[in-house]
T-cell receptor, first 116, second 115 residues
Framework: ETGVTQTPRHLVMGMTNKKSLKCEQH?????MYWYKQSAKKPLELMFV???????ENNSVPSRFSPECPNSSHLFLHLHTLQPEDSALYLC???????????????FGPGTRLTVL | AQSVTQLDSQVPVFEEAPVELRCNYS??????LFWYVQYPNQGLQLLLK??????LVESINGFEAEFNKSQTSFHLRKPSVHISDTAEYFC?????????????FGRGTSLIVHP
Protein backbone atom coordinates (compact mmCIF):
# COMPACT_ATOMS: atom_id res chain seq x y z
CA GLU A 1 0.00 0.00 0.00
CA THR A 2 1.20 3.48 -0.78
CA GLY A 3 0.01 6.97 0.08
CA VAL A 4 -2.99 7.42 2.35
CA THR A 5 -5.63 4.72 2.65
CA GLN A 6 -9.05 4.90 4.28
CA THR A 7 -11.49 2.20 5.31
CA PRO A 8 -14.30 1.65 4.83
CA ARG A 9 -14.95 3.50 1.57
CA HIS A 10 -18.69 3.55 2.23
CA LEU A 11 -20.61 3.38 5.51
CA VAL A 12 -24.30 3.48 6.26
CA MET A 13 -25.28 3.73 9.90
CA GLY A 14 -28.28 4.48 12.06
CA MET A 15 -28.32 7.30 14.57
CA THR A 16 -27.84 4.91 17.49
CA ASN A 17 -24.90 2.99 16.01
CA LYS A 18 -21.25 3.22 16.94
CA LYS A 19 -18.71 2.91 14.16
CA SER A 20 -15.12 3.90 13.44
CA LEU A 21 -13.32 5.24 10.38
CA LYS A 22 -9.73 4.26 9.85
CA CYS A 23 -6.91 6.09 8.09
CA GLU A 24 -3.39 4.88 7.47
CA GLN A 25 -0.51 6.75 5.86
CA HIS A 26 2.56 5.07 4.40
CA UNK A 27 4.53 8.26 3.75
CA UNK A 28 6.46 8.68 6.98
CA UNK A 29 4.61 11.90 7.79
CA UNK A 30 4.24 13.34 11.26
CA UNK A 31 0.89 15.11 10.93
CA MET A 32 -2.56 13.75 10.16
CA TYR A 33 -5.89 15.46 9.61
CA TRP A 34 -9.62 14.71 9.46
CA TYR A 35 -11.79 16.78 7.13
CA LYS A 36 -15.53 16.78 6.46
CA GLN A 37 -16.56 17.44 2.87
CA SER A 38 -20.19 18.37 2.28
CA ALA A 39 -21.66 19.41 -1.05
CA LYS A 40 -21.23 23.11 -1.88
CA LYS A 41 -19.42 23.86 1.37
CA PRO A 42 -15.74 24.53 2.05
CA LEU A 43 -13.70 21.63 3.28
CA GLU A 44 -14.14 21.63 7.07
CA LEU A 45 -11.06 20.85 9.13
CA MET A 46 -12.11 18.70 12.09
CA PHE A 47 -8.95 17.55 13.82
CA VAL A 48 -5.18 17.87 13.43
CA UNK A 49 -2.62 15.63 15.05
CA UNK A 50 1.09 16.33 15.04
CA UNK A 51 3.43 13.67 16.41
CA UNK A 52 0.35 11.93 17.82
CA UNK A 53 -0.75 14.96 19.83
CA UNK A 54 -3.90 16.89 18.98
CA UNK A 55 -2.97 20.44 17.96
CA GLU A 56 -6.26 21.66 16.51
CA ASN A 57 -9.89 20.91 17.20
CA ASN A 58 -12.30 23.15 15.37
CA SER A 59 -15.21 22.91 17.81
CA VAL A 60 -16.37 19.57 16.50
CA PRO A 61 -19.36 17.96 18.30
CA SER A 62 -18.41 15.34 20.87
CA ARG A 63 -20.19 12.64 18.88
CA PHE A 64 -16.99 12.63 16.81
CA SER A 65 -14.00 11.30 18.74
CA PRO A 66 -10.53 11.07 17.15
CA GLU A 67 -7.75 8.71 18.12
CA CYS A 68 -4.15 8.73 16.94
CA PRO A 69 -2.29 5.75 18.42
CA ASN A 70 0.85 6.38 16.33
CA SER A 71 2.02 8.64 13.53
CA SER A 72 0.79 6.23 10.83
CA HIS A 73 -2.75 5.62 12.01
CA LEU A 74 -5.73 7.84 12.67
CA PHE A 75 -9.24 6.87 13.68
CA LEU A 76 -12.51 8.72 13.89
CA HIS A 77 -14.97 7.13 16.29
CA LEU A 78 -18.61 7.90 15.61
CA HIS A 79 -21.59 7.57 17.93
CA THR A 80 -25.18 8.87 18.00
CA LEU A 81 -24.70 10.76 14.74
CA GLN A 82 -27.32 12.93 13.08
CA PRO A 83 -28.47 12.83 9.44
CA GLU A 84 -26.69 16.15 8.82
CA ASP A 85 -23.41 14.37 9.57
CA SER A 86 -23.75 12.53 6.28
CA ALA A 87 -20.76 13.59 4.17
CA LEU A 88 -17.45 12.48 2.72
CA TYR A 89 -14.82 12.23 5.45
CA LEU A 90 -11.31 12.77 4.20
CA CYS A 91 -8.08 11.92 5.93
CA UNK A 92 -4.85 13.68 5.02
CA UNK A 93 -1.24 13.68 6.12
CA UNK A 94 1.70 16.05 5.78
CA UNK A 95 5.28 16.22 6.89
CA UNK A 96 4.26 18.42 9.84
CA UNK A 97 1.91 21.36 10.29
CA UNK A 98 4.71 23.49 11.69
CA UNK A 99 7.32 22.77 9.05
CA UNK A 100 7.26 26.23 7.51
CA UNK A 101 3.71 26.06 6.21
CA UNK A 102 4.67 25.03 2.69
CA UNK A 103 4.09 21.32 3.08
CA UNK A 104 1.42 19.90 0.84
CA UNK A 105 -1.19 17.55 2.22
CA UNK A 106 -1.71 14.05 0.85
CA PHE A 107 -5.33 12.93 0.94
CA GLY A 108 -6.98 9.55 1.11
CA PRO A 109 -9.97 8.69 -1.11
CA GLY A 110 -12.43 9.33 1.72
CA THR A 111 -15.22 7.46 3.45
CA ARG A 112 -18.72 8.23 2.19
CA LEU A 113 -20.88 8.25 5.34
CA THR A 114 -24.66 8.11 5.29
CA VAL A 115 -26.56 8.48 8.55
CA LEU A 116 -30.15 7.26 8.43
CA ALA B 1 -9.15 34.04 10.71
CA GLN B 2 -8.32 33.37 7.11
CA SER B 3 -11.09 32.96 4.54
CA VAL B 4 -10.79 31.71 0.98
CA THR B 5 -13.30 32.71 -1.69
CA GLN B 6 -13.85 30.80 -4.88
CA LEU B 7 -16.55 32.86 -6.54
CA ASP B 8 -17.48 30.37 -9.25
CA SER B 9 -19.09 27.15 -8.05
CA GLN B 10 -19.19 25.79 -11.58
CA VAL B 11 -17.30 26.67 -14.78
CA PRO B 12 -18.43 25.02 -18.01
CA VAL B 13 -16.05 25.29 -20.96
CA PHE B 14 -15.48 23.64 -24.32
CA GLU B 15 -12.47 21.48 -24.97
CA GLU B 16 -9.35 23.40 -26.12
CA ALA B 17 -10.74 26.68 -24.79
CA PRO B 18 -8.86 28.69 -22.12
CA VAL B 19 -10.12 28.72 -18.54
CA GLU B 20 -9.56 30.76 -15.39
CA LEU B 21 -10.67 29.64 -11.92
CA ARG B 22 -10.68 32.46 -9.43
CA CYS B 23 -9.42 32.44 -5.86
CA ASN B 24 -9.22 35.30 -3.38
CA TYR B 25 -8.12 35.16 0.24
CA SER B 26 -8.65 37.52 3.12
CA UNK B 27 -5.22 38.10 4.64
CA UNK B 28 -2.10 39.41 2.98
CA UNK B 29 0.17 38.53 5.90
CA UNK B 30 2.71 35.84 5.07
CA UNK B 31 0.74 32.98 3.52
CA UNK B 32 1.33 29.93 1.38
CA LEU B 33 -1.06 29.22 -1.46
CA PHE B 34 -2.17 25.95 -3.01
CA TRP B 35 -4.44 24.56 -5.68
CA TYR B 36 -5.71 21.02 -5.27
CA VAL B 37 -7.71 18.93 -7.74
CA GLN B 38 -10.25 16.24 -6.89
CA TYR B 39 -11.31 13.73 -9.52
CA PRO B 40 -14.54 11.74 -8.99
CA ASN B 41 -14.38 9.23 -6.14
CA GLN B 42 -10.88 10.30 -5.17
CA GLY B 43 -9.24 12.45 -2.53
CA LEU B 44 -7.65 15.80 -3.24
CA GLN B 45 -4.22 15.95 -4.83
CA LEU B 46 -1.84 18.88 -5.12
CA LEU B 47 -1.85 20.68 -8.45
CA LEU B 48 0.60 23.49 -7.66
CA LYS B 49 1.69 25.76 -4.83
CA UNK B 50 3.24 29.16 -4.19
CA UNK B 51 5.71 29.52 -1.32
CA UNK B 52 7.98 32.39 -2.35
CA UNK B 53 9.97 33.74 -5.28
CA UNK B 54 8.44 34.01 -8.75
CA UNK B 55 4.77 34.90 -8.52
CA LEU B 56 3.92 32.59 -11.44
CA VAL B 57 3.88 28.88 -10.66
CA GLU B 58 3.19 26.05 -13.07
CA SER B 59 2.03 22.46 -12.85
CA ILE B 60 3.20 19.57 -14.99
CA ASN B 61 -0.12 19.30 -16.84
CA GLY B 62 -0.30 22.84 -18.19
CA PHE B 63 -2.01 24.73 -15.37
CA GLU B 64 -0.48 27.89 -13.95
CA ALA B 65 -1.40 30.27 -11.15
CA GLU B 66 -0.22 33.76 -10.34
CA PHE B 67 0.16 35.15 -6.85
CA ASN B 68 -1.04 38.74 -6.70
CA LYS B 69 -0.33 40.18 -3.27
CA SER B 70 -2.03 43.53 -3.81
CA GLN B 71 -5.25 41.88 -4.93
CA THR B 72 -4.88 38.92 -2.52
CA SER B 73 -5.61 36.56 -5.39
CA PHE B 74 -4.23 33.29 -6.70
CA HIS B 75 -6.19 32.55 -9.87
CA LEU B 76 -5.66 29.29 -11.75
CA ARG B 77 -5.43 29.30 -15.54
CA LYS B 78 -4.96 26.91 -18.41
CA PRO B 79 -4.68 28.08 -22.03
CA SER B 80 -6.30 24.96 -23.51
CA VAL B 81 -8.32 22.46 -21.48
CA HIS B 82 -8.91 18.76 -22.09
CA ILE B 83 -11.87 16.56 -21.28
CA SER B 84 -9.70 14.90 -18.63
CA ASP B 85 -9.43 18.21 -16.75
CA THR B 86 -13.05 17.82 -15.67
CA ALA B 87 -12.82 17.78 -11.87
CA GLU B 88 -13.34 19.82 -8.70
CA TYR B 89 -10.63 22.40 -7.98
CA PHE B 90 -9.89 23.73 -4.50
CA CYS B 91 -7.86 26.75 -3.54
CA UNK B 92 -6.20 26.64 -0.12
CA UNK B 93 -4.25 29.11 1.99
CA UNK B 94 -1.92 28.18 4.81
CA UNK B 95 -1.08 30.74 7.48
CA UNK B 96 0.45 30.61 10.90
CA UNK B 97 -1.94 29.74 13.74
CA UNK B 98 -0.13 29.62 17.04
CA UNK B 99 2.82 27.32 16.50
CA UNK B 100 1.43 25.63 13.43
CA UNK B 101 0.41 26.32 9.85
CA UNK B 102 -3.17 25.23 9.29
CA UNK B 103 -4.68 25.32 5.79
CA UNK B 104 -8.03 26.89 4.96
CA PHE B 105 -9.87 25.66 1.87
CA GLY B 106 -12.34 27.36 -0.44
CA ARG B 107 -15.70 25.85 -1.45
CA GLY B 108 -14.30 24.44 -4.66
CA THR B 109 -15.01 25.11 -8.34
CA SER B 110 -16.36 22.40 -10.55
CA LEU B 111 -14.70 22.56 -13.97
CA ILE B 112 -16.80 20.86 -16.62
CA VAL B 113 -15.15 20.43 -20.01
CA HIS B 114 -17.49 19.72 -22.90
CA PRO B 115 -16.39 18.10 -26.18
Amino acid sequence: ETGVTQTPRHLVMGMTNKKSLKCEQHLGHNAMYWYKQSAKKPLELMFVYSLEERVENNSVPSRFSPECPNSSHLFLHLHTLQPEDSALYLCASSQAPSAGGGDEQFFGPGTRLTVL
Amino acid sequence: AQSVTQLDSQVPVFEEAPVELRCNYSSSVSVYLFWYVQYPNQGLQLLLKYLSGSTLVESINGFEAEFNKSQTSFHLRKPSVHISDTAEYFCAVSERSGGSYIPTFGRGTSLIVHP
